[in-house]
């Protein structure tokens, strides 16, 4: 099965059994990022996550953003920086920054 195709399922799923759940996609992608345009998650705060749009902290924040989606109902332009911190001690910095379209289905 497709991750797309699984995370639909996983929709679908969680629509059917009465639970909210936040579609997370990929819609601007600029410099280095871990996925491209269109990729998706599904956060589902009963059954976890469904495909990824990059995992580490970009993922984590999206993950985050994805409660306050859930908790108002209402869609959030989410922006995720990799650029590098200066502070990091982390050698995995991708260098890109991308945006997440989250929304309550």
């Known amino acids: 099965m497709s991750e797309d195709l699984a995370v639909f399922a996983a929709a679908e ?3 059917h059994e009465g ?6 996609t990929i819609v601007r992608s600029r410099g280095s990022t871990p996925r491209g345009i269109g990729s998706k998650m599904l956060v589902d705060p009963e059954r976890g996550l469904t495909g990824t749009v990059g ?3 970009g993922e984590a924040e999206v993950i985050e953003a994805a409660a ?4 108002t109902g209402r869609p959030r332009l989410l ?3 990799l650029t590098e911190d200066l502070f990091s001690w982390s050698p995995a910095v991708c260098g890109g920054v991308f945006d997440v ?3 309550r289905v």
């Open 13 to 15: 799923q969680a629509a």
């Open 79 to 81: 922006r995720i920086d």
């Open 19 to 24: 639970r909210p759940a936040v579609l997370a």
């Open 101 to 103: 379209f989250l929304e």
């Open 68 to 71: 306050d989606v859930i908790a």
């Open 55 to 57: 995992g580490g902290c």
